[in-house]
């Protein structure tokens, strides 16, 4: 199931290179429902949360 779930991380990786993040989003989630006590589905559910809830640009911190 591992190598399974992580296959279709790498799809997801690819639709997201090509612009097409619907779709890599539909992978991700795939992944976290058919796979859920793989490693791989845990990295596919914190992907998911993080392009829901993208971090707020106005608030991190500038180098300079």
């Known amino acids: 199931d591992e190598e399974r779930a992580k296959s279709l991380l790498q799809v ?3 639709f997201r290179a090509s612009g097409r993040d619907e779709l890599a989003s539909e992978y991700l989630r795939r992944v976290v429902k058919e796979y859920p006590k793989t490693l791989a589905a845990k990295d ?3 992907r ?3 392009s829901e809830n993208p971090p707020d640009k106005s608030q991190q911190k500038r180098k300079g």
Do not use: H, I, T
């Open 48 to 50: 998911l949360q993080r």
């Open 12 to 14: 997801a990786d690819e």
């Open 44 to 46: 596919a559910a914190d």
